[in-house]
């Protein structure tokens, strides 16, 4: 599915339908440049779960979860992630296996461990278009 937006608003609103409408155990992988509205998604996800506290990208800490939510939300970010040891450590099959909604921003970094179903959602601008134009494909992957 192929969905434009051309607001940081509307962005939002994407990711909040997708949260309202998400089933204990999806995982969603998230792929976009930097600065290219994954935080601003992730925050509209959060925020259709039931999430009321700020959410911001865990760039440094790899993984931060929600509880207050419907569901347990579990964020990750693994641009710094050195290699998938990194993830066996904090136990990601937990996470990835559990009964909340994952997403992870970067996910081509760890291909080789995500489970054999997720949502691939890919984000990319094209100024052309308006600097706040932003190209949303969403495909089920299935390996």
């Known amino acids: 599915m192929l969905i434009e ?4 608003e ?5 990711g909040k339908k997708i949260g309202a409408e998400a089933k204990p ?5 998230l792929i976009g440049d930097l600065g290219v509205g994954k935080t ?10 039931g999430i009321e506290e700020a959410v911001s990208s865990p760039t440094f800490t790899i993984v ?10 579990y964020h990750f970010d693994v641009y710094r992630i ?8 904090i136990g990601y099959e937990e996470y990835f296996y559990g009964d909340g909604f994952t997403i992870i921003e970067w996910a081509n970094l760890i291909e080789e461990i995500l489970p054999d179903h997720y949502t691939r959602i890919t ?8 600097f706040d134009y932003r190209r949303i494909l969403i495909e089920e992957v299935t390996h």
């Open 5 to 8: 937006t051309n607001t940081p």
């Open 10 to 14: 509307e962005t939002f609103a994407l």
């Open 25 to 29: 155990g999806s995982v969603y992988t």
């Open 40 to 49: 601003v998604f992730t925050q509209g996800i959060a925020q259709g779960l």
């Open 64 to 73: 931060q979860v929600y509880e207050e939510g419907r569901m347990p939300f």
């Open 82 to 89: 050195g290699d998938v040891e990194e993830m066996e450590e």
């Open 123 to 130: 984000i990319e601008k094209d100024l052309e278009k308006g």
